[in-house]
């Protein structure tokens, strides 16, 4: 059974800085193309950074862009998304999606069938 389980979210203060954990449990970790999405209140899910798998080439949404860095570790199975200078909009529940049958990263969440539950960051002002 496949699994992808976030954790890292929390209560923090606008300026801080979090990192986010998402490890894959049950399928091939190597050769997927990993991102994390996110779904503030009232709005749609969004994409928000992305991993390919060989070569590890990022990708980011361009409004986060410069404060958000996505990173993995084959290791633990595992990826990260670190947010600096947090905002009041960066508030959301963050998601993490795997695309198993590609290794080729999306911005579109058509493309990722597996998605772990979400973790919710609340930033306060």
């Known amino acids: 059974q496949v699994q992808l389980v976030e954790s890292g979210g929390g209560l923090v203060q606008a300026g801080d800085t979090l990192t986010l954990s998402c490890t894959t449990f049950?399928?091939?970790?190597?050769?997927?193309?990993m991102a994390w999405f996110r779904q503030a209140p009232g709005k749609e899910r969004e994409f928000v950074a992305a991993v390919s798998s060989n070569p590890m080439t990022p990708s980011y949404a361009d409004s986060v862009k410069g404060r958000f860095t996505i990173s993995r570790d084959y290791a633990k199975n595992t990826i990260y998304l670190r947010v600096d200078s947090l905002k009041p909009e960066d508030t959301a529940v963050y998601y993490c999606?795997?695309?198993?049958?590609?290794?080729?990263?999306?911005?579109?969440?058509?493309?990722?069938?597996?998605w772990g539950q979400g973790t919710q960051v609340t930033v306060s002002s």
């Open positions: 049950g399928r091939a970790f190597h050769n997927s193309a």
């Open positions: 999606a795997a695309r198993f049958y590609s290794g080729i990263s999306s911005i579109y969440i058509s493309d990722y069938g597996y």
